[in-house]
Each structure stands twice: as structure tokens, then as C-alpha cells.
């Protein structure tokens, strides 16, 4: 997240430094405002530790943490607002979470304006209450990565999309091994035979079949053998509210809820002769996500539209290139325009 101090004088004497502050002064302040930001959720009961990435040792996951944050553009530092890495402890997928996550954003509001900007993300890391999916959770998952790619993809903002953005790219495309068999000129079939394939594979190989690399909108590389067990989403946007937070954490506990206790399967082969000529719909992806998430006791946290749009007006697009850009105003021509500097 890129944030600017609104109010932390009865905690701290830090003030920004002035528009032609040196390198090492902003760096200084960025350092001391992790400090304020640890400080401002611990004295809330959230407690909070600053943790050093260059660090050899792994962070306490029972606690939050905020760190420096070095994939957000630095431009934003000349008006006051500095990139911070906030991450979560280990939250329970029970009714207390959107209570904590409505509490750590009253205190961020409190304190700190929000700045967006299209290389912020919210990635969110889930797993089983026992630590990790084991292989028959795996594999179910996988085949919904493949086979919702698409109704997935369209949830999310233009800003998140793969003609634009890197970081979270598609599991099925072609720098993937299950893109192979997706081409068939019979598209259930090529469904089916890659599911065969991950049903074929070992925990590793199947991880290695849908995520060669961590880059992916859906992450399996910490679910390898000897990892902490989760699958990361990456393809949220950055969120600067709570119902945002909350809309994204919702909708990924109902995608895995819908993959491993649906029968994918089944649903294909019994629309088979539609899925032949057309791609699966949004509409058929949103009844069961829905439906999973009322399974899954989240479906009041998912916000009313499924499919998330961006701001443009409000939106910054520092070190995007100029094609990306051109393909985001086909979306919206005030992408890219001048924000309101404050």
C-alpha cells in the first residue's frame, strides 16, 4: 500500500521530509514510518512487529508485520506518500476475520490518506486449518484453476489482466504444460485429458503442470513438498478499504471451497454438448461461486458485483509502458490522464 501520515503527532514526532529531502532522509522516514505503522496496530491489539526482508530469518506469521515495500514506484514519495508492505498474521477462516480486518483498516484510516496505484496488489495466501492441501485437495483445485481461468480472469480489473500486468499472470497460458492440451479443436476433451494428467501427477509435478514459476494468479508453489502448504491468489488488486479486503478474502474461501467439494467433472460432462461450442460463462462461474460462498459462510463479505473495475480518475499508472496503456483506455480513455496531485 502508498500511504501519507493524516494524524500520528500524539505517537510519534515524525514529519515528512520537504520536496528536496535527500535520498537517504526519505529512506530514513520510510524506515521510521514502518515503526509508527507496528506501533499504531499493536497499542489497537493487533499486534505488529517491522520486519527486515534482508532478514535470513522467516517472519512471526502469528503476528502482523509491515515492511518496506520495493515493487511500488517510488514517484509518489515527492508528495508525501510512502510504499509499506502490511502483512497479516495466520487468520482462522471463522466468523472473527472480518472483524479483524474491519479493525486494522479503522486505524489505518484514522492515520494514514491511500494512495492507488496499478503495481499495488493484494495477494492472499489459504490453506487448511491442518497447514496445508493435501493431494487429493490439490488436484481438485488445480482443475478449477484451468478450467475457470477465464470467468476468473474477467472478475478481475483491466488493470490485472495479463496484457498489463506480469506478476499475476494466466495458469493456462502458453508458457504453462497444461496449455498444450487446452487447444484441442474438441474443448471439453482437452479439459478432460489434462484433468487426467493432473490426476497422473505427483504433488511436485502437478505444481510444476498448472505454476512454473510464483508469477501466476493462482500461486501453487508454496503447496510443493517441503513448502508452508498454502495456495496464494495473486490476482487481486491493491485494496484500500475494508470491504475491498474483505471482498477478495471472501471470494478466494469460495473458489476453494467450490473446487475441492464440487464435482467439476460431472459439471462438464453434463453440459457437454454447450461447453463444445462455447467457452464455460460468467453466469455459470457466478451461481457456483455464490452458492460456495454461502457454503462457506462469506457470501455477505463478497461485494454485489463479482466483477471489480478500476478507478482511472483516481488511478495511478506510474511505470507503465506506453502499449499497456493504450490497452487499458481501450477499457476507459481516462486511464492515464493526470490525478490530482494532493
Request: charged content about 25%; some cysteine.
Amino acid at each position: 500500500m502508498i500511504i501519507r501520515p493524516r494524524d500520528i503527532s500524539g505517537i510519534s514526532e515524525l514529519t515528512l521530509p520537504d520536496f528536496d529531502a535527500t535520498h537517504r532522509q526519505r529512506r530514513s522516514f520510510n524506515l521510521n514510518l514502518l515503526s509508527v505503522v507496528a506501533k499504531l496496530l499493536t497499542d489497537a491489539e493487533l499486534h505488529c512487529n517491522v520486519f527486515d526482508q534482508s532478514s535470513d530469518e522467516a517472519p512471526d506469521y502469528s503476528k502482523w508485520h509491515v515492511s518496506m515495500d520495493a515493487s511500488v514506484s517510488k514517484d509518489h514519495i515527492v508528495d508525501g506518500f510512502y510504499p509499506v508492505e502490511v502483512v497479516s498474521p495466520i487468520l482462522v477462516g471463522d466468523p472473527s476475520w472480518p472483524t479483524t480486518m474491519d479493525r486494522f483498516w479503522k486505524i489505518m484510516h484514522q492515520h494514514f490518506e491511500f494512495r492507488r496505484d496499478m503495481l499495488c496488489g493484494c495477494n492472499i495466501h489459504i490453506s487448511t486449518s491442518s497447514n496445508g492441501y493435501n493431494i487429493d485437495q490439490l488436484r481438485p483445485v488445480a482443475k478449477s484453476v484451468v478450467f475457470w481461468e477465464e470467468a476468473t480472469a474477467r472478475c478481475e480489473p483491466p488493470s490485472r489482466q495479463d496484457q498489463v500486468m506480469t506478476f499475476c499472470k494466466s495458469n493456462v497460458n502458453h508458457e504453462t504444460e497444461v496449455s498444450g492440451l487446452l487447444h484441442q479443436a474438441d474443448r471439453v476433451q482437452g479439459f478432460l485429458d489434462a484433468f487426467a494428467v493432473i490426476d497422473s501427477l505427483s504433488r511436485d509435478e502437478l505444481v510444476r503442470y498448472v505454476c512454473p514459476d510464483k508469477y501466476r494468479s493462482w500461486n501453487f508453489l508454496p503447496s510443493r513438498d517441503g513448502g508452508h502448504g498454502s495456495v496464494e491468489f495473486r490476482r487481486p488488486p491493491g485494496v484500500a478499504t475494508t470491504k475491498k479486503a474483505k471482498h477478495w478474502i471472501a471470494f478466494t474461501m469460495a473458489f476453494m471451497e467450490m473446487s475441492i467439494n464440487h464435482d467439476l467433472v460431472e459439471f462438464i460432462r453434463t453440459r457437454s454438448t454447450i461447453f463444445a461450442v462455447r467457452a464455460p460463462q460468467r453466469s455459470d462461474f457466478e451461481d457456483l461461486l455464490l452458492a460456495s460462498a454461502r457454503t462457506a459462510g462469506v457470501y455477505s463479505q463478497l461485494d454485489a458485483r463479482l466483477c471489480q473495475y478500476d478507478e482511472p480518475s483516481i488511478f495511478y499508472t506510474s511505470l507503465v509502458k506506453k502499449e499497456d496503456l493504450e490497452w487499458l483506455r481501450r477499457y476507459d480513455e481516462a486511464y492515464g490522464l493526470p490525478t490530482p496531485r494532493t
